[in-house]
């Protein structure tokens, strides 16, 4: 396998963005990232993507995307892995350019959410979950990560109040990130008494429904400097998938993402790092639970104690372990396909100077994991400057 190197970034805003189609936020990200990185044409192209069936009625994705930004020819694939498809995009990209099969490739996260009804939404991001056991018993996501957390408050006596500064510095990111669905300031006061969807999970526990593409551009590392990029590329140390059951209730532990500390540990030997070595890690924070469980899976704290992280600051961009540097799925928004990569492109931009306001000082190596359903895919990504 040889190293293999990001060049480009692109990204749309996050939104609910009416007068863009699928194909137009797809070309308008990855014509973006082409031009950050100087490259004209790839030699394929991988779309992350989960719903574009269910809710846009439009399958073959990728010949789709190929076509229309003028690929056509090109070796182009949809890959769908729940919330976690754009991480799995970027994966299949990494593997194309690290055997030597292909030397410059294109990925893209695309979604479109908000055309249609919030009950078709839910319904089709319900596809994710177990149909049998789950989907089919009218348990939605919100549900599922409101039985997590009640679990999680119970078991470790914590109040719903402790997880207010996951939302806050989601929130308080995402004011200097442009491209971020929300741009408002929340205070703990606004999260206590936010209006409740599934007790204990309340509108400010949740990330929205959205829409966004966001696209890198990958190349081996060792012809980077070929292409137009001013800037230093970012090396992709490691890339990592873990799986675990898709219902909840299958679990030896509810609490424990297994899939998330599988792909985190692996990630951390490809790399050759410990979590001590992480400067930042953008989270899968979905739901605040998500968080707290994410940071436990990867290492960052012992089970129960993710949420101290965030009731003691460690979390903020000049914490121990800054998390949703950008504003996250909860602030950024999480346009579900595309979150992997968007994580990805944010990553870069701290990794590369960029993250203006935002910046992480000295920030050399950075961590994204992204989680498909409750946890049945987690895949993990490790970047270096």
């Known amino acids: 396998?040889?190293?293999?190197?990001?060049?480009?970034?692109?990204?749309?805003?996050?939104?609910?963005?009416?007068?863009?189609?699928?194909?137009?936020?797809?070309?308008?990200?990855?014509?973006?990232?082409l031009r950050d990185a100087g490259v004209e044409a790839v030699d394929a192209l991988y779309v992350g993507n989960m719903?574009?069936?269910?809710?846009?009625?439009?399958?073959?994705?990728?010949?789709?995307?190929?076509?229309?930004?003028?690929?056509?020819?090109?070796?182009?694939?949809?890959?769908?892995?729940?919330?976690?498809?754009?991480?799995?995009?970027?994966?299949?990209?990494?593997?194309?350019?690290?055997?030597?099969?292909l030397d410059v490739v294109a990925v893209l996260g695309v979604e479109k959410m908000t055309d249609t009804t919030g009950e078709e939404t839910t319904s089709g991001l319900a596809l994710a979950a177990d149909q049998e056991y789950e989907a089919a018993e009218g348990v939605s996501f919100v549900g599922i990560n409101a039985m997590l957390m009640q679990r999680y408050m119970h078991q470790y006596g914590i109040k719903h109040e402790a997880f207010a500064n996951f939302t806050v510095n989601a929130h308080r990111n995402a004011l200097h990130n442009p491209k971020a669905m929300f741009h408002l300031p929340l205070g703990v006061k606004d999260y206590v008494k936010a209006s409740m969807i599934a007790a204990p999970v309340n509108l400010l526990d949740s990330s929205p429904i959205c829409d966004g593409a966001a696209a890198v551009i990958l190349c081996a590392h060792d012809r980077a400097r070929e292409f137009g990029i001013n800037r230093a590329p970012v090396r992709i140390l490691a890339s990592a998938v873990a799986t675990d059951t898709l219902a909840v209730h299958d679990r030896r532990d509810p609490l424990k993402l297994e899939g998330g500390s599988l792909s985190a540990q692996r990630a951390y030997a490809q790399a050759g790092v410990t979590r001590r070595d992480i400067n930042l890690f953008e989270v899968h924070d979905a739901f605040t639970i998500m968080s707290a469980l994410s940071l436990e899976a990867a290492?960052?704290?012992?089970?129960?104690?993710?949420?101290?992280?965030?009731?003691?600051?460690?979390?903020?961009?000049?914490?121990?372990?800054?998390?949703?540097?950008?504003?996250?799925?909860?602030?950024?928004?999480?346009?579900?396909?595309?979150?992997g990569v968007y994580q990805i492109v944010e990553l870069v931009q701290q990794l590369q100077g960029q993250a203006g306001a935002n910046q992480v000082q000295k920030a050399q190596i950075g961590m994204a994991q992204n989680i498909g359903g409750s946890g049945a895919t987690v895949i993990t990504h490790i970047l270096a400057n």
């Open 1 to 33: 396998m040889r190293p293999v190197s990001i060049i480009g970034i692109g990204q749309t805003p996050v939104g609910e963005l009416w007068d863009r189609s699928l194909r137009h936020l797809g070309h308008d990200a990855l014509v973006a990232a």
């Open 51 to 101: 719903l574009s069936g269910e809710l846009a009625g439009q399958e073959h994705l990728g010949a789709l995307m190929a076509d229309f930004v003028g690929w056509r020819g090109v070796e182009a694939f949809k890959i769908e892995a729940a919330c976690a498809s754009g991480a799995a995009a970027l994966r299949v990209g990494y593997l194309a350019v690290a055997s030597g099969q």
């Open 299 to 339: 290492g960052f704290a012992e089970p129960g104690q993710g949420v101290r992280l965030a009731q003691e600051g460690e979390i903020a961009i000049g914490g121990r372990v800054p998390i949703s540097t950008m504003g996250g799925l909860k602030a950024r928004g999480h346009p579900v396909g595309a979150t």
